[in-house]
Structure formats: C-alpha cells, structure tokens
C-alpha cells in the first residue's frame, strides 16, 4: 500500500524538479549580425546593438569609455505579460580579449564617490603647482653710492722762500666723501599672484565639475525594482576600467533569459581615434 502511494507521488515529484531545473537555466539569447532580432544603429554618441524577443523582451545597448571608468547604456522594454524584476547589480561586463575577466560593477554611489575623489586629487594637483607659480621682473632703482674720492692738492711752500733746500710747493692728498644717485637694473624671482590665482580658479572649476558630474552619475544610474508589462526603462551602469582590452561582452539576465551582447574596440577616422562599436 505505501508503496503504491510512493509510484503515485512520483510524477508529482518529477514536475516539481523539472519545473526547478527550467527555472535555474536561463536560456541565453545572444547578439549577431546575422540575427534577424539583432539590429545595429549608428548614432553621433556611438553605436547602439538591439536585441529583440517576439512577444517577450528588448533591449538597447551601448557601451563607451567614461571618464576612468566604463558606462554602460541601457533601454529595457519590458513587450511581456508580466513583471521583469531589474537588478542591475547582476548585469556583468567581461572583457574577452586578450584576455577574459569579469570588470567590477560600480554602484552608482560608488561610481560618484569615485568621480569626487578623481577630481578633488586633480584640484589639489592643480592648486600644488600654482601655488609655486613664480616670474622674473626686471625693475630699475635708484640708490645713493658713497664713494671715497682722492682729493691732491699742491700749494707753494713758504718755507722755501727762507731756505733753499725746501721744496717749491708742497703736495697734499685728502679723501673726500662724495654721494652719487645712481639708477641699477635688477632682475628677481617673485611670485606670480596672476598664475596662482588662475590655478586656484581652475581647481575649483574642476572641484565643481567633479560634483555635477557625481550628481548627473545619480541622476542616469539605472534603478532596480520591477518594470511592469508594455513599459520601459533606461539607465546607465558603471564598471572599472581596464588597459588594454580589445574585446568586450555584456550579459543582461532578464527574467528566463539571458541577453548577451559582444562590443570590440576598433580605430576609426584619419586620426585613427579609439571607439567601442
């Protein structure tokens, strides 16, 4: 008797793993030119990669350089029935070439926090060197000069006229004190008020870009929750930089999906500029 209740409970049992097993697998839908649900758009900002599921979800992706980090853009259309729980904390850059690492996620406070700290170490790069900002002026002045001036004098020698072995004239020498105004060309090092007032101008100036810059940060970061049927959202998302990564794949879990969509790193124009496409 238990034993017929085991066989009965069986398939009850398997339904349950195989429904846990469907939910644990994401299926990974990914990025190509060939694909038909993949489009690529040229924009003046850079290249933006499309990514579509009938009757399911799209995405807009774009990735670029940003500051010391990178920026990732995003538009999510949620075109299902149901809610999409967004956690933007799981979406993963990873660079593939030339080789493969998974580039920190920034939150956006870290992200803000981590472009204060770049611009208040620049601020005070910029007011160390100003505040030894010094020039040369050439100026002329005047001064008194005492000079000891030899003063010789010959008078007759009175004696001479009573005895003939004195000498006709007789020879003195004084020394005269004589002041003299005199002008002097003198060149010197001073501080130059000008160059140090121009650094402590442009230290604050990139103090204040630094805070707008962390606020717009704020502003754009995508937003976890949920986005409910027929409705989009965008937003951005940060990640550290890396040197010299030539290729890059951005993993996006949405919902049972998982979209997948690979940039690279090429040079373009005559000055053979650096983009992401």
């Keep these: 008797m238990k034993f017929r209740r085991l066989l009965s409970s069986i398939p009850f049992i398997i339904i349950i793993f195989t429904s ?3 939910a644990q697998t ?18 003046k900002d850079g290249v933006v990669k499309e990514l579509e599921i009938t009757d399911g979800f799209k995405i807009e992706v774009s990735l670029r350089e940003y500051l010391d980090m990178y920026l990732v853009e995003l538009v999510i259309h949620n075109q299902s029935q149901k809610n999409l729980e967004l956690k933007p904390a799981d979406f993963q850059l990873q660079a593939t070439r030339p080789q493969t690492k998974y580039l920190q996620y920034l939150y956006p406070n870290e992200a803000a926090r981590k472009v ?15 505040a030894m900002a010094t020039k040369t002026e050439t100026k002329l002045v005047n001064k008194i000069v005492v000079e000891h001036v030899p003063v010789i004098k010959t008078e007759p020698n009175p004696a001479a006229a009573t005895d003939p072995s004195q000498p006709a004239t007789i020879t003195t020498t004084t020394i005269e004190v004589v002041h003299k105004n005199v002008t002097e060309t003198i060149t010197e090092t001073v501080p130059d008020e000008a160059a140090r007032s121009r650094a402590r ?3 604050s100036q990139i103090r204040q870009e630094g805070g707008a810059e962390s606020k717009r940060i704020l502003r754009i970061a995508l937003k976890g929750g949920s986005l409910s049927p027929q409705v989009k959202i965008s937003g951005s998302s940060f990640y550290n930089r890396a040197r010299g990564v030539q290729e890059f794949l951005i993993q996006v879990p ?3 999906f998982i979209f997948e969509i690979p940039f690279k790193v090429v040079k373009k124009g005559f000055f053979r500029k650096t983009v992401i496409e």
């Design 20 to 22: 846990l097993g469907v």
């Design 26 to 43: 994401p299926r990974t839908i990914r990025w190509s030119e060939s694909d038909p649900n993949s489009r690529r758009v040229e924009r």
């Design 116 to 130: 204060i700290t770049s611009a208040e170490s620049n601020a005070l790069s910029v007011e160390s060197s100003g």
């Design 201 to 203: 101008t442009a230290a």
């Design 254 to 256: 949405l919902g049972e």
